[in-house]
Each structure stands twice: as C-alpha cells, then as structure tokens.
C-alpha cells in the first residue's frame, strides 16, 4: 500500500514564520519526520501532497529522494485529498498521514497496514482516547464519539472503498499533533 503525506497547510495556529510542514520539533522539520518514518515502514511508496500555501514545502521535499510530489489545489484537507485520489499513481486503498504528526514511527505504520490488510479495503480511522491527549496536554481540535467514549482522529488514515472503521491505539506518540506552540514542547520532551 502506497502513503501519502498532506503537507499542504500554512500553519497559522504555530505563528510561526515557517510552513507547518517546516516548522521545526528538535531541530527537524515536522515533514522529514514523517517522510522518514513513512519510508523506514512496510509502505510501497511515498508521496507527498503539497499546495500552493506552502511553497517552501514544495521546495523542500523536492529534495527528497524517497518521495514523490502531488501537486493539490490546496482548496482544504478534504479537496486536496480528492485530487490525490484522483491522481493516476494511487490506487484505494491508501495510507494518508498529515505533516504535524512528527512523533509518527516505522512500527507505528505497520500496525496501521496490518490493520487495515485484515479490514479488505475498508476505510480505516486511527484515533487516541481525548483523555490522552488532555492528560499529555496537547491540542485535540477534533473528537468524536466511539463505543462509549471521546476519540481524537490522529491524521493517520487507510482511505479505502468502504465503510470507516475506527482503529483505537494508546500509544502517546500519535497522540502529538503539532498545531500549536504547547504542542511542540510536549513532542520534544517524548523526543528526550
């Protein structure tokens, strides 16, 4: 199965100076962790979703030799997500990750793949508790309920031709979305 990373956005929550697929945790932009990760994983092959918000991302990763660039309107996660669908090079199912997932690891991707393998082409969403998140004390923009209890989508997703399951995980390294300042400080202290 092929990923593909969305590193469309500007960042403006960050207000920083660099694109949030830039922005920096440990020294490292956020986008090289991910790529790295996805590349080091059982994926095929790698791409990365870029737009006309961030064409300092674009330049970036046309630098990488393990990845290969989409080009998406960068009319939001949804439509650019469509153009990816819609691109000639992927084909359902497909391993979508956001940028700001920076904390992301190799065996972390495979349980994902695994998973959705069992699932035959069936959509698959990976989520953490939202007590997690609050307990780590970071963001958590998006929830939803799920047998019982409040998840928080992590950005990490097997889009497919059917159904949308929900894959529960605990682990705290998807718990670490950078979307703001406080974000990146718990992701460097996990790092240390």
Known sequence: MDAVVMCGGRGTRLGADAEKPL??????????RVCDALAASRADSVYT???PHAPATREHVRERTDCTIIETPGEGYVADLGTVLDDDR????VLTCVADLPLLAPALVDETLAAAHDRDGESLTVAVPAALKECLGVSSDTTKPHEGRTVAPVGLNVVGSAGDAVRLSYDA???VNVNRTADASVAERLLE
């Open 173 to 175: 390294r998807l718990a």
């Open 90 to 93: 992927i084909a359902e199912p």
């Open 49 to 51: 979703a870029v737009s």
């Open 23 to 32: 922005f920096e945790v440990a020294g490292r932009p956020m986008v090289d």
